[in-house]
């Protein structure tokens, strides 16, 4: 009876240790929330009607909607979509100043969205792109889960139904458009065929 007092005693408090470290993590939730109130002040919620064209970088974070993203890339001849995840270190993670330079070697214009808040590193990576590092706007998408307001963004940018997204554009982080349509691209930095 003391070893499964004691074992319990021992497991119950690991589950909620590891579910708190869980919600906590960047990746799994935005991290919004855990934002100091001084940086919070910093982030720009934009509506409908602002567009994306417009941002400067400044000591401001922007949150926008897949629909107002998508919007301004309807007016681009060649547009990428590079969905950076700040912590990011697999082969699929590509540094931005990479990333920038590809796209001006191509004339296409690039638009980074930052998966979930690191505001150093937003702040500082902004000096190797164009336009300014954007994040998903949770509070229009009602969720600080990453997973699913990025199946909710990737859908409004897309123009799509989110349960009619294959499983390349769910889960790519590179996103190309020719004259505002979306072009499919699996593996669009290690080859041109898409945007010639």
């Known amino acids: 009876m003391k070893k499964r007092i004691s074992l319990t005693a021992f497991i119950v408090p690991a589950i909620l240790l590891q579910s ?42 922007y949150a926008v909607t897949g629909e107002l993203l998508r919007k301004c890339i309807e007016t681009e001849e060649k547009a990428m979509v590079y969905i950076w995840s700040p912590f990011c270190s697999s082969d699929r993670c590509y540094p931005l100043f990479y990333v920038q330079s590809y796209c001006n070697s191509r004339g296409i214009t690039l638009y980074v969205v930052a998966e979930y808040y690191d505001s150093n590193r937003m702040q500082t990576e902004q000096k190797n792109i164009s336009a300014p590092v954007v994040s998903v706007n949770e509070k229009h998408y009602g969720t600080g889960y990453c997973r699913r307001y990025m199946k909710l963004f990737i859908g409004d940018l897309l123009g799509k139904d989110t349960h009619s997204l294959s499983e390349e554009e769910r889960y790519s982080s590179i996103y190309l458009f020719n004259s505002g349509k979306p072009v499919p691209c699996s593996s669009i930095l290690e080859g041109d065929e898409a945007v010639k």
């Open 20 to 61: 708190c470290i869980i919600t906590q993590t960047p990746g799994f939730y935005s991290g919004y929330s855990r934002l100091p109130e001084d940086e919070k002040e910093k982030i720009v919620f934009l509506n409908t009607n602002d567009t994306v064209r417009s941002l400067k970088k400044e000591n401001r974070l």
